[in-house]
């Protein structure tokens, strides 16, 4: 193992920041990540795993210990599904499935991250998440060794949480994704209004971790709802649309408590999407984690509403 010392973490987040990590190496393949997670076993060093960058704020003074960043390109089609590791960026995933013109991943063109991540958080957009077109996850158990085959439902997954957040000792190493035949015109069509979608509404001019907060989720059939105060449904009415939808933005919460452009050194809250922090050049995490602060402060005091992190927060 090529392990190397005191490598600075910013150089590997999209938000680009981030302290030295005592220990870094890369995995290349499935099989480097198990050596990988058999090192810091035998050695009870404290780990972290690291995809493509993004939905992560590393700490200014860095990670103690060893950060496992994968960076694979290994995947193929098995007829309608496509086995992937853990380290296969997005993009490129997506721009496989559309190449052997399977549908069901076009919702997910330009989101920078990897298969790992993506699973892990449960990511999606568009209606669509990451859990709709999962077959089976393969992981590691950190414990005892062993190599593991989850179903879908084994997964857990919910709003942005799966299994793999509550239990540590289960590293994702690859994944299958059952897809469905579909068209190669209209899968190039998704793929492009999507990407076109984000290139207007989000500022990918700006460093950033993605979105920062995870959006609301009200139930109108169980009567779960985010907002009942008819004060607040007769200021904002566009909640009542928003509850009865089932979704209700972040963003759209951040942008009417005025928050859109605050800015701390050179963290700034974006004017074109609220709920991206971007980083104006030279941004600490203290500026985004005070931001984040003062975000969840503003929203609780004028819609009751707690905010809870979509990012990682690694201290």
């Not at 973490?9 to 990540?33: C, E, H, R, V």
């Not at 005892?144 to 289960?170: D, H, W, Y």
């Not at 190493?173 to 069509?189: H, M, R, T, W």
């Not at 008819?230 to 200021?235: I, R």
């Amino acid at each position: 193992m090529e392990i190397k010392e005191s490598v600075f973490l910013k150089d590997f987040t999209t938000i680009k920041i981030g302290g030295p990590a005592d220990y870094f190496f890369i995995a290349k393949n499935k099989n480097d990540l198990i050596e990988a997670v058999s090192y810091v076993k035998d050695r009870g060093l404290p780990f972290f795993i690291l995809g493509a960058g993004s939905n992560v704020l590393f700490s200014d003074k860095g990670f103690r210990g060893l950060v496992i960043k994968i960076w694979s390109s290994n995947f193929q089609a098995l007829n309608s599904k496509i086995y992937a590791e853990a380290g296969v960026e997005l993009k490129k995933l997506v721009e496989f499935s559309a190449e052997a013109v399977l549908t069901g991943l076009e919702w997910a063109a330009g989101i920078p991250g990897s298969v790992g991540g993506a699973i892990y958080g449960n990511v999606g957009a568009f209606g669509s998440v990451i859990e709709d077109s999962v077959k089976e996850v393969e992981v590691v158990n950190i414990n005892s060794g062993k190599i593991i085959k989850f179903s879908k439902a084994e997964c857990l997954f919910s709003n942005k949480e799966t299994i793999f957040k509550k239990r540590k000792e289960l590293i994702i190493i690859s994944a299958v994704f059952n897809l469905k035949e579909g068209s190669k015109d209209e899968i190039q069509k998704k793929i492009k209004e999507n990407i076109n979608y984000r290139a207007k509404n989000h500022p990918l001019d700006f460093r950033s971790a993605g979105c920062v907060f995870k959006n609301q989720i009200s139930n109108l059939k169980s009567q779960k709802l985010i907002f009942k105060n008819q004060n607040l449904l007769n200021e904002f009415p566009e909640l009542r649309r928003f509850n009865e939808k089932g979704i209700i933005p972040t963003s759209y919460l951040i942008d009417k408590c005025g928050l859109k452009r605050r800015k701390i050194g050179s963290a700034q809250i974006s004017e074109k999407h609220a709920n991206f922090i971007i980083n104006l050049g030279n941004a600490k995490a203290s500026d985004v984690l005070e931001l984040i602060k003062i975000t969840k402060r503003e929203v609780k005091n004028k819609f009751r509403v707690e905010l809870e992190e979509e990012i990682q927060i690694i201290k």
